[in-house]
């Protein structure tokens, strides 16, 4: 097929998951990604999206392993963007390593993604400083460092890092009404489990 075709197929595909989508998704982004291997004058910004786009593809068609090699060719990529901006580099190697972290995590290898995650955390948390725009990043952040403190068991992390998480989502949505009540709502039930399992059945229940 055409390289242009599927270039057109894949513009129109959703990047969320999507059940009846995701393996064609994953199939032609394979295929496009074979395809600009050869590619003579592709540059590294080029490379970097195709990179994180590619491993997304593959993540949702449940190809972690492939997703993972993504994620570490994304993060290399951005790591060594020396010629950046400060500004523009932090925020890329903060989010292909949130990438990282999360693909480690999917693969169960939490012990490394532990470290690999707290990193992201830290970046975006000084993104943050000087720019609102990277909250809602640094709070996903959080959820997903949270997730893989509870996975290891380290249950008083976990519920720092969600309380976190949902004092962010909470001032995300006062900001912006109406928005980040999905995942307010699943930090607070995350939140209320970890209570309960460490025993607080009364402050869970708040």
């Not at 959080?142 to 519920?159: D, Q, V």
């Not at 890092?161 to 912006?176: E, F, M, V």
Request: charge should be negative; include cysteine; aromatic fraction near 4%.
């Amino acid at each position: 097929i055409d390289p242009d075709v599927l270039e057109a197929i894949n513009d129109v595909l959703p990047t969320e998951r999507n059940l009846d989508l995701d393996v064609a998704a994953a199939a032609i982004s394979t295929a496009l990604s074979n395809h600009r291997k050869a590619a003579p004058d592709i540059t590294t910004e080029q490379e970097l999206i195709h990179a994180i786009h590619h491993g997304t593809r593959l993540s949702n068609a449940g190809q972690r392993q492939k997703a993972l090699v993504e994620a570490k060719k994304a993060f290399t990529i951005a790591r060594g963007r020396v010629g950046d901006a400060t500004d523009a580099r932090s925020v890329a190697v903060a989010m292909t390593q949130a990438d990282l972290g999360v693909c480690l995590a999917e693969l169960n290898r939490y012990e490394e993604a532990l470290p690999v995650l707290e990193e992201a955390c830290d970046l975006y948390r000084r993104l943050t400083e000087d720019n609102s725009d990277h909250l809602s990043a640094y709070a996903l952040s959080l959820t997903n460092l949270g997730a893989c403190l509870t996975a290891l068991r380290k249950s008083e992390n976990a519920i720092i890092s969600t309380k976190k998480a949902i004092a962010l989502y909470r001032q995300l949505g006062r900001a912006n009404p109406g928005t980040y009540q999905s995942e307010l709502a699943a930090s607070l039930t995350n939140l209320a489990a970890l209570l309960s399992d460490l025993g607080y059945h009364g402050e869970a229940l708040v």
